[in-house]
């Protein structure tokens, strides 16, 4: 017998879609997701709504004192988004299902594009502290995925296709945006999730290097993949915060990777803004698709 109860997944969303239907005015296309470090951001966001997630219906609890929990609706530079400050993670003990929430419930409300921000381990040796990576593909090495259990049709395929998992218009827009930004550190990779909390090992990282990541983090993937099967368009920077050489491992202190990422974070909020800015052709062929 299998343990999903897929009634009361459709019954939640419904509950906290309906929840969010009333108190928004509309919904922007865009929204973002803020990581470890990077929610300054939030507060360059001109409110018109500040929800903690603790408020809404059926959302997890955050649990991390490094992430706090809101759910912002407002403009940025002019530009409505919604702002997501604040996640959930596996190692927290939640399912991918779990994390992804806050994803699915966007999504059904009308979201068309999900920009997420995360500090990463680089493993490229090419990458250094600071340095901004556009994720281009990504190792789901969660051993669980979000999208496991009964398949809700309106909600998305039974088997999304994801030979093209970040949108190539977006990736190109942020790496003109980074030129014009005039950005040095922007890189591009491939991000493989781990479940965590511990970190890698030296043979980990040379595993994880030798399978083609770019970069390791334990976040992020499950939005990622529930944002996909909704239909939405996926743009994903990491800042790396540290980089991992199999053969001179470093200790790898939180602290560290908090001060490294707070310390890439106006890079990071310049091209988030000069990239919302340009992304009026992106959304309207959203809208067309
Ligand atoms: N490994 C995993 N997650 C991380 C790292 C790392 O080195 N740095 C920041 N998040």
């Known amino acids: 017998m299998s ?74 530079h002019g530009v409505p988004v919604l702002v997501l400050h604040g996640r959930f993670h596996c190692y927290e003990g939640y399912s991918a299902k779990e994390v992804a929430f806050p994803i699915r419930i966007l999504s059904q409300l009308g979201v068309r594009i999900l920009i997420v921000t995360n500090a990463a381990g680089g493993l490229n040796p090419a990458f250094t502290p600071g340095s901004i990576m556009i994720m281009n593909d990504h190792l789901n090495l969660l051993g669980d995925n979000p999208l496991r259990g009964p398949n809700v049709e309106s ?59 770019d970069a390791v983090g334990m976040s992020s993937i499950p939005e990622i993949i529930v944002a996909r099967h909704a239909g939405l368009k996926v743009l994903g920077l990491s800042v790396i915060a540290n980089v991992n050489s199999p053969d001179q491992m470093q200790p790898i202190i939180l602290e560290d990777i908090i001060a490294a990422a707070t310390a890439a974070g106006p890079q990071l909020e310049r091209l988030l803004i000069a990239i919302i800015q340009s992304t009026k052709g992106a959304i309207d062929d959203t809208q067309t698709t």
């Not at 997701?33 to 939030?42: N, S």
């Not at 991000?191 to 909390?197: E, L, N, R």
Request: glycine fraction near 8%.
């Open 3 to 76: 343990h999903f109860d897929v009634n009361k997944d459709i019954q939640q969303v419904e509950e906290c879609v309906a929840f969010l239907r009333e108190r928004l005015s509309f919904i922007p296309p865009i929204v973002i997701q803020l990581g470890t470090g990077l929610g300054d951001l939030a507060l360059q966001v001109q409110p018109t709504l500040i929800l903690p997630y603790s408020t809404i219906p059926h959302f997890p609890a955050a649990t991390v004192s490094s992430h706090v929990g809101n759910l912002i609706a407002g403009h940025l």
């Open 155 to 213: 909600w998305g395929p039974r088997f999304p296709d994801f030979s093209v998992p970040y949108d190539p218009k977006l990736i190109a827009l942020a790496q003109m945006c980074a030129h014009a930004c005039k950005l040095q550190n922007i890189v591009t990779g491939t991000y493989a999730c781990i479940p965590g909390p511990s970190l890698e090992t030296p043979a980990e990282t040379r595993w994880l290097r030798g399978c083609g990541a």
